[in-house]
């Protein structure tokens, strides 16, 4: 497929160039070393004598003194090889790279009177070595139907449809006060669309279309300037294109497609008709330059455009004759001859970076490549800096973090690895800058939802250290995968249902045999959904316990700890190890018998500190402040209310109301479950009505904040399965949202007979 030069489609990852003779392909190397008894030029002393050049710029022509080149904006501008100084000559309607619009193969600028050049009339020439007057060549004398095709030298050519409906070439020059126009002879009286495609010095190469429009035959031919004379022609299978050509002193290459579509370079002496053709894979966009006795051809890839839709070939260049290729550049957008026989092309190298490049032939003949213009801009993707915290708080912003990279382009597939140094886990997350990850310029975004990866199921991310790697695939093939990495350290207050360090709720569960089951819970944000990841065992025997009871953080450690009593009254404290399993248990005391139910996990003081309370059977309530000391985990015991036998399950809630201290629920016998807002003190207001049809469930537990709102919530069980999830509210006269379905401990269900 062949495609103009007007088009920029999307290019694919780096594949090798299948150009192949008949006997089989030709190899695409890196970057050729220098021949033989030719000193290497040193890459950082080549960069830092480089002139500048504005990013985003091409490559139009280049003289004997300098080149021009067109901004981003379209701006035409002279630079200067001596200096890097440079003029601005005026401004096209659009970025075009066609050489001989203004001027090629030689110091003489040409501008139009239309920011569309090929649509003007008058065409001022100007000298830049010399500096002399410019001057103006106004087509319009010659009457309407001249159109302006281009400038070689001094040499203005235009295409004109004479009376006979013949389309003619003219060559006209002006040379103190007069003009000449003078008719190239040796066209075809059927030539039609004529356009120029490529210069040397003292000739031009026309292509032109023959036969009928729905079938037309593309040729070559090739003008000597001096004569006005066609002294070359060769038939195209199609027309390849503005950039698809080259022309030098001794031959002419061209890119165009067999009759099966497919792309074939063609090379031929000046004064031969018979071309070598080359089988060509794929050519979008092609460039195609001569150097001496050897043949340049590449695809125009723009660095930070494209995608693996299509095929990358970096600027390669072959023998005319024949012969192994050698890889000059990683990428070119555009390529011009300069009137020496060399190439100037704008792309890069991945050593230099990406600017103007010479390419000359050395001293054995072979190309070489030189800097000579930077943009100050790298080739391969190269990160450029981060944005991520030394210290992630997960208590922030619901547990998301904003993550940033800043990197050279941002067409790449962007690979993040967030690694947990402790467990190993993962979580790994892709984004594509150029759709959309992307906060501004050069900037790769990504909100972590603080989770982690577990065997196709989310878990919340552990406290502590991590570490962060990244891994930026080019789409366009250009230069290699960009890997980086980093630390940072994840945070968060400690939450008195969690047993893993890692800021979500854990419940257990104990079963029939007496094994005793942790669950880790993780809420989807996005989806409002409260989910667990696979249950882990803790270890069997608690079958001896006829009271486990989750009660925060009583140790001091990062995580939550457990109490059970067992048959003769004794209590028993199980510190937390952060890793979800718990320290070996010490005795907190006897006499604990004479309780019918323990809540723990509320700060009823507002210490900071996780109380318990326990109800006797005379329906007592009484508070067992914490200490902070696992040695002596409770104060004495503090009566703080009386009547407390109507109720079948007391849990500590957490904060739930919004008030300055933890909060109960208790549950009636007829299924009624009441608020008991904690005033901070170790008393409660007077108790609020929560709503009826609590008996339903089995257990009620306060697992802390569950969705990472701030507020702590409840998750309930009952028969059949049947576990939800509430989440609180914060307002006291309605401190919970409907219910949502939970799959929580729903791995034989059937079996547990107790929860905490």
Same mark, same amino acid.
């Given at each position: 497929?062949?495609?103009?030069?007007?088009?920029?489609?999307?290019?694919?990852?780096?594949?090798?160039?299948?150009?192949?003779?008949?006997?089989?392909?030709?190899?695409?190397?890196?970057?050729?070393?220098?021949?033989?008894?030719?000193?290497?030029?040193?890459?950082?002393?080549?960069?830092?004598?480089?002139?500048?050049?504005?990013?985003?710029?091409?490559?139009?022509?280049?003289?004997?003194?300098?080149?021009?080149?067109?901004?981003?904006?379209?701006?035409?501008?002279?630079?200067?090889?001596s200096?890097g100084?440079?003029?601005?000559?005026?401004?096209?309607?659009?970025?075009?790279?066609?050489?001989?619009?203004?001027?090629a193969?030689?110091?003489?600028?040409?501008?139009?009177?239309?920011?569309?050049?090929?649509?003007?009339?008058?065409?001022?020439?100007?000298?830049?070595?010399?500096?002399?007057?410019?001057?103006?060549?106004?087509?319009?004398?010659?009457?309407?139907?001249?159109?302006?095709?281009?400038?070689?030298?001094?040499?203005?050519?235009?295409?004109?449809?004479?009376?006979?409906?013949?389309?003619?070439?003219?060559?006209?020059?002006?040379?103190?006060?007069?003009?000449?126009?003078?008719?190239?002879?040796?066209?075809?009286?059927?030539?039609?669309?004529?356009y120029?495609?490529?210069?040397?010095?003292?000739?031009?190469? &026309?292509?032109?279309?023959t $036969?009928? +429009? =729905?079938?037309? #035959?593309?040729?070559?031919? !090739?003008?000597?300037? %001096?004569?006005? *004379?066609?002294?070359?022609?060769?038939?195209?299978?199609?027309?390849?294109?503005?950039?698809?050509?080259?022309?030098?002193p001794?031959?002419?290459?061209?890119?165009?497609?067999?009759?099966?579509?497919?792309?074939?370079?063609?090379?031929?002496?000046r004064?031969?008709?018979?071309p070598?053709?080359?089988?060509?894979?794929?050519?979008?966009?092609?460039?195609?330059?001569?150097?001496?006795?050897?043949?340049?051809?590449?695809?125009?890839?723009?660095?930070s455009?494209?995608?693996?839709?299509?095929q990358?070939?970096?600027?390669?260049?072959?023998?005319?004759?024949?012969?192994?290729?050698?890889?000059?550049?990683?990428?070119?957008?555009?390529?011009?001859?300069?009137p020496?026989?060399? &190439?100037?092309?704008?792309? $890069?190298? +991945? =050593?230099?970076g #990406?600017?103007v490049?010479? !390419?000359?032939?050395? %001293?054995?003949? *072979?190309?070489?490549?030189?800097?000579?213009?930077?943009?100050?801009?790298?080739?391969?993707?190269?990160?450029?800096?981060?944005?991520?915290?030394?210290?992630?708080?997960?208590?922030?912003?619901?547990?998301?973090?904003?993550?940033?990279w800043?990197?050279?382009?941002?067409?790449?597939?962007?690979?993040?690895?967030?690694?947990?140094?402790?467990?190993?886990?993962?979580?790994?997350?892709?984004?594509?800058?150029?759709?959309?990850?992307?906060?501004?310029?050069?900037?790769?975004?990504?909100?972590?939802?603080?989770?982690?990866d577990?065997?196709?199921?989310?878990?919340?991310?552990?406290?502590?250290?991590?570490?962060?790697?990244?891994?930026?695939?080019?789409?366009?093939?250009?230069?290699?995968?960009?890997?980086?990495?980093?630390?940072?350290?994840?945070?968060?207050?400690?939450?008195?249902?969690?047993?893993?360090?890692?800021?979500?709720?854990?419940?257990?569960?104990?079963?029939?045999?007496?094994?005793?089951?942790?669950?880790?819970?993780?809420?989807?944000?996005?989806n409002?959904y409260?989910?667990?990841?696979?249950?882990?065992?803790?270890?069997?025997?608690?079958?001896?316990?006829?009271?486990?009871?989750?009660?925060?953080?009583?140790?001091?450690?990062?995580?939550?700890?457990?109490?059970?009593?067992?048959?003769s009254?004794?209590l028993?404290?199980?510190?937390?190890?952060?890793?979800?399993?718990?320290?070996?248990?010490?005795?907190?005391?006897?006499?604990?018998?004479?309780?019918?139910?323990?809540?723990?996990?509320?700060?009823?003081?507002?210490?900071?500190?996780?109380?318990?309370?326990?109800?006797?059977?005379?329906?007592?309530l009484?508070?067992?402040?914490s200490t902070?000391?696992?040695?002596?985990?409770?104060?004495?015991?503090?009566?703080?209310?009386?009547?407390?036998?109507?109720?079948?399950?007391?849990?500590?809630?957490?904060?739930?109301?919004?008030?300055?201290?933890?909060?109960?629920?208790?549950?009636?016998?007829?299924?009624?479950?009441?608020?008991?807002?904690?005033?901070?003190?170790?008393?409660?207001?007077?108790?609020?009505?929560?709503?009826?049809?609590?008996?339903?469930?089995?257990?009620?537990?306060?697992?802390?904040d569950?969705?990472?709102?701030?507020?702590?919530?409840?998750?309930?069980?009952?028969?059949?399965?049947?576990?939800?999830?509430?989440?609180?509210?914060?307002?006291?006269?309605?401190?919970?949202?409907a219910?949502?379905?939970?799959?929580?401990?729903?791995?034989?269900?059937q079996?547990?007979?107790?929860?905490?």
């Amino acid at each position: 497929m062949i495609e103009s030069r007007m088009s920029r489609p999307r290019l694919t990852a780096a594949i090798a160039v299948a150009l192949a003779f008949t006997a089989g392909p030709l190899a695409v190397p890196a970057i050729a070393a220098p021949a033989a008894g030719t000193a290497a030029p040193d890459a950082a002393a080549q960069a830092d004598s480089a002139l500048s050049i504005a990013p985003g710029s091409e490559i139009v022509s280049a003289g004997s003194t300098g080149f021009l080149s067109s901004g981003a904006n379209a701006d035409v501008r002279w630079t200067r090889y001596s200096d890097g100084s440079s003029t601005l000559l005026g401004r096209d309607f659009g970025q075009f790279t066609q050489t001989e619009l203004h001027g090629a193969v030689s110091d003489t600028v040409a501008m139009g009177d239309d920011s569309f050049t090929s649509a003007s009339r008058v065409v001022t020439l100007t000298d830049m070595a010399s500096g002399a007057t410019p001057v103006q060549v106004d087509l319009r004398q010659f009457g309407t139907g001249y159109r302006y095709a281009g400038t070689v030298g001094s040499t203005v050519i235009a295409t004109f449809v004479n009376a006979s409906n013949t389309q003619e070439v003219h060559l006209v020059a002006k040379t103190g006060g007069s003009v000449s126009d003078r008719t190239v002879t040796g066209l075809p009286a059927d030539a039609r669309s004529i356009y120029t495609s490529a210069a040397s010095p003292g000739s031009v190469l &026309l292509q032109y279309r023959t $036969g009928p +429009l =729905d079938h037309p #035959e593309w040729h070559l031919a !090739i003008v000597d300037l %001096a004569t006005a *004379a066609v002294t070359d022609t060769h038939a195209v299978g199609t027309r390849g294109g503005d950039d698809a050509a080259a022309l030098s002193p001794t031959h002419t290459a061209w890119i165009d497609a067999d009759l099966l579509g497919k792309a074939v370079l063609s090379i031929a002496k000046r004064g031969s008709s018979e071309p070598r053709r080359l089988p060509l894979e794929d050519a979008y966009s092609p460039r195609v330059g001569l150097v001496g006795d050897w043949v340049t051809y590449a695809n125009s890839t723009p660095l930070s455009q494209g995608d693996a839709s299509n095929q990358l070939i970096p600027l390669t260049a072959m023998p005319v004759d024949g012969g192994p290729t050698r890889r000059l550049m990683d990428h070119v957008t555009s390529l011009t001859p300069t009137p020496d026989g060399a &190439l100037l092309a704008m792309g $890069g190298t +991945l =050593d230099k970076g #990406e600017g103007v490049y010479r !390419i000359s032939a050395g %001293a054995d003949g *072979a190309p070489l490549v030189e800097l000579i213009a930077s943009t100050g801009e790298p080739t391969k993707v190269t990160l450029l800096g981060h944005s991520i915290p030394t210290v992630i708080d997960l208590d922030r912003n619901r547990g998301q973090a904003p993550l940033e990279w800043r990197l050279s382009r941002l067409n790449v597939e962007v690979a993040i690895t967030l690694r947990h140094t402790r467990t190993g886990q993962t979580a790994k997350r892709y984004i594509v800058p150029n759709n959309g990850d992307s906060n501004g310029p050069q900037r790769a975004n990504l909100t972590w939802d603080g989770l982690l990866d577990n065997n196709g199921r989310s878990l919340a991310a552990f406290n502590g250290d991590y570490t962060w790697q990244i891994s930026a695939q080019p789409y366009n093939g250009i230069g290699p995968t960009l890997t980086a990495s980093g630390t940072f350290k994840v945070t968060r207050k400690t939450a008195p249902h969690d047993y893993t360090d890692n800021g979500s709720p854990d419940v257990l569960a104990r079963d029939s045999s007496g094994r005793l089951w942790r669950e880790d819970t993780h809420y989807d944000l996005p989806n409002k959904y409260f989910g667990g990841v696979p249950r882990k065992l803790i270890g069997s025997g608690w079958q001896n316990y006829n009271q486990i009871e989750a009660v925060g953080n009583l140790g001091g450690a990062s995580v939550g700890d457990l109490v059970a009593r067992d048959k003769s009254g004794t209590l028993w404290l199980y510190l937390g190890k952060s890793d979800g399993t718990f320290a070996t248990r010490t005795k907190v005391g006897p006499g604990w018998q004479n309780y019918k139910r323990l809540a723990g996990g509320s700060d009823l003081t507002s210490d900071g500190k996780p109380d318990m309370v326990a109800t006797d059977s005379a329906g007592a309530l009484w508070l067992y402040k914490s200490t902070g000391d696992a040695r002596a985990p409770f104060a004495a015991r503090k009566k703080i209310g009386s009547g407390w036998q109507i109720y079948n399950q007391v849990t500590a809630a957490g904060n739930i109301a919004g008030s300055a201290a933890g909060d109960l629920v208790a549950r009636d016998s007829s299924g009624v479950l009441w608020l008991y807002q904690g005033k901070g003190d170790g008393t409660f207001s007077t108790r609020v009505k929560i709503g009826g049809g609590w008996n339903v469930y089995t257990h009620v537990v306060g697992i802390g904040d569950g969705n990472r709102d701030g507020r702590s919530d409840l998750y309930v069980f009952g028969p059949n399965a049947t576990s939800y999830y509430y989440e609180s509210t914060g307002n006291a006269s309605a401190p919970f949202r409907a219910r949502s379905a939970s799959p929580v401990l729903f791995d034989n269900w059937q079996s547990y007979n107790h929860l905490a």
